[in-house]
């Protein structure tokens, strides 16, 4: 550790290998001062603008949210939330196209502005020494501020992971890349606010050294930085040459310090740790202001676009509506560019909106962008070796790229590329490198991501057999414990089955519930024997009833004999009168059966009422006659006609 500030501290500059001197082209964009592009109507703000995991959302169609209201939450400092830029009523959530060469969509709420701009509720500090290092990371994280130097790794988790690990603070506004100009503007404008945000994060840090590393190009932009310190010695100012890329990470350390920043390791590992100028603007303002991150300013340059500068634009704004309000004159035979010429992504659809990671948009004309050139077989020069700043050698990487040899490219430490274009740029045949370094490092990314799927769900499988091995052995445990008190229990019984004795009691108590209790009498001479006399009474009751039925029956012939010699008018009468007295005898007998179940079980009463089958037989052939009677009638009548 002592090493790298004994380094730096010898105020040495060190030249890293390779490297470029591009054509600078900053002196479109860097001469106006910084801009302030209207309102669009509608905005697209993706969920996801950082390095890391989208949050969870937090509204819905149809909700109405002001301007820096959190639209999602995170959950840890991996996962940044993303904020509304203005006031206005969500639309919808849905996938939109991205700011990325593969045109893919991306879930994005769709903001419609109302146009009044209406903020939140916002708690401005003015010492920020008054709040702990834990509560500064939590409010640049709920800030939603991520690198905006390129990288856009979250802010808050990048400065946690090196809590008292760092000895060197670099602040980076080296902006090497051709045409891009955003800092400088920054710097020149907002200088006192950049030096605020650098003393914040060196009251959270507490490293020995601060320095902020400006090129040479930027002559205005490091006197402005000068001027805003005051004359105070607590921040360096390091001037550094022009070279391509001096402005990456790695690069830039070496450039300060002589010292590489290991493969496959952390710059905080060696005591280090950077962040870009634009970055520690927006941590000013979260932690001062109390302004979450929803714009930055972005450079409008090329040939295609007539009013070319630094516009602060919000976030989520159609990139057609920034270029339109720029004389953005279309040419379908132009791409426009998201990023400079050697880092940059030409952009497939204008509707994708402006996010974190946008610095700069380049619309160049004939005079700055050519077709690329076929591309040749490469031809063993090792110009992209010579001019790699990383010291890898592309033009094997090539080779195992186009024949997917995935170990060998992680074995030549793939994973180190910068991917700053250089090599592509040096190349005489043509060979688009990067774009095959790109889709090499998606391809093992896949990969990994399958590999670790895969091992998930083998734990998952695993922790399941194991859950279900144990669950058996514990219904086994049970079973088995069950089975000795059941043991102990027939022990204390003398082998008697606890289960089958309680069964055979309850059937024994069911029986004895059923069963009647037997009537006795008692003999002259003493002997017992059962008492019949209630059966006797039943059978005679029945007996009685069959008798009375049948007098009855014979009586009720009798007066429909009688009837019949009589008028016709009359044998009607009476055979209706019939009809009546059977269904009344039919019911009568209905209820005698009811007294009679009755008397069967109350055996201690007389029965009283009548054979119920009998009275049913005779109510039948009472109706017969009487209809037969009636027929008999008819045919008298009909033959006087």
């Known amino acids: 550790m002592a090493d790298v500030l004994s380094r730096f501290n010898s105020g040495k500059l060190w030249d890293f290998k390779g490297g470029i001197h591009p054509p600078e082209m900053k002196d479109q964009s860097n001469h106006q001062p910084l801009r302030t592009l209207p309102l669009s109507k509608d905005f697209y703000i993706p969920l996801k603008q950082h390095s890391g995991q989208a949050g969870n959302v937090l509204v819905k169609a149809g909700d ?16 940044l939330p993303v904020h509304a830029p203005t006031s206005g009523t969500i639309k919808n959530i849905i996938p939109y196209v991205a700011a990325h060469p593969s045109g893919l969509d991306e879930m994005t709420i769709h903001l419609q502005a109302d146009g009044l701009d209406r903020s939140i509720e916002q708690h401005p500090i003015e010492d920020f020494l008054s709040l702990t290092a834990e509560q500064l990371i939590e409010k640049i994280y709920l800030a939603g501020v991520a690198g905006l130097g390129g990288a856009v790794f979250p802010t808050a988790a990048k400065i946690q992971s090196a809590d008292k690990k760092v000895k060197l603070l670099i602040i980076n506004g080296a902006e090497c890349e051709p045409y891009i100009t955003c800092d400088d503007r920054l710097m020149r404008e907002h200088a006192d606010e950049i030096i605020e945000g650098v003393r914040i994060l060196r009251y959270i840090l507490r490293p020995e050294k601060v320095v902020i590393a400006i090129e040479d190009n930027k002559p205005q932009a490091i006197e402005a930085i000068n001027t805003a310190l005051h004359g105070a010695n607590d921040i360096d100012v390091r001037v550094i040459p022009t070279k391509y890329p001096s402005g990456a990470a790695k690069q830039l350390i070496y450039l300060l310090t002589g010292m590489e920043v290991p493969s496959g390791s952390r ?8 962040h870009n100028v634009g970055t520690a603007f927006a941590i000013k303002r979260a932690v001062i202001n109390d302004e979450p991150l929803i714009e930055r300013v972005v450079t409008l340059t090329g040939d295609k676009i007539q009013e070319k500068g630094n516009y602060r634009v919000r976030l989520g704004t159609p990139i057609y509506h920034v270029l339109t309000h720029t004389g953005y004159q279309f040419d379908e035979r132009f791409p426009v560019f998201v990023g400079g010429p050697m880092m940059g992504m030409e952009l497939p659809n204008l509707n994708a909106p402006v996010t974190k990671i946008v610095n700069c948009l380049l619309a160049p004309d004939h005079f700055e962008y050519t077709e690329p050139k076929p591309e040749q077989a490469c031809i063993r020069c090792s110009s992209c070796s010579d001019a790699c700043p990383v010291n890898l050698m592309p033009q094997q990487l090539y080779w195992f790229a186009r024949n997917e040899d995935h170990k060998k490219s992680e074995e030549y430490a793939l994973n180190d590329c910068i991917e700053c274009g250089v ?10 490198l990067i774009q095959y370094f790109r889709q090499e490092k998606a391809k093992i990314w896949q990969i990994k991501e399958k590999q670790k799927k895969a091992e998930e769900a083998k734990i998952r499988f695993e922790a399941k057999q194991a859950r279900m091995e144990r669950e058996e052995q514990e219904r086994k445990a049970r079973s088995q414990r069950a089975a000795e008190v059941r043991r102990e229990e027939l022990a204390k019984t003398k082998g008697e089955d606890p289960v089958k004795a309680a069964l055979a009691r309850l059937k024994a108590k069911k029986t004895g519930s059923e069963q009647t209790t037997q009537k006795t009498l008692t003999t002259e001479k003493g002997e017992i024997l059962p008492d019949n006399s209630d059966m006797t009474a039943l059978r005679k009751a029945r007996r009685l009833a069959r008798q009375q039925t049948e007098i009855k029956t014979e009586n009720l012939e009798n007066d429909v004999e009688k009837t019949v010699s009589v008028d016709p008018k009359k044998a009607a009468v009476a055979a209706a009168i019939a009809r009546a007295k059977a269904k009344k005898l039919a019911q009568t007998n209905n209820d005698s059966d009811i007294t009679t179940k009755n008397s069967e079980q109350k055996t201690d009463e007389k029965p009283t009422a009548l054979d119920p089958k009998k009275a049913a037989v005779a109510a039948a052939i009472a109706r017969a006659k009487a209809k037969k009677l009636a027929q008999a009638q008819q045919k008298p009548d009909n033959a006087q006609e």
């Open 267 to 274: 710059s905080s590992g060696i005591g280090i740790l950077m």
């Open 423 to 432: 090599c592509a740029y040096v190349c005489p045949s043509h060979i688009p």
């Open 64 to 79: 109405y949210v002001l301007k820096g209201q959190a639209l999602t939450q995170g959950d840890g400092l991996r996962a």
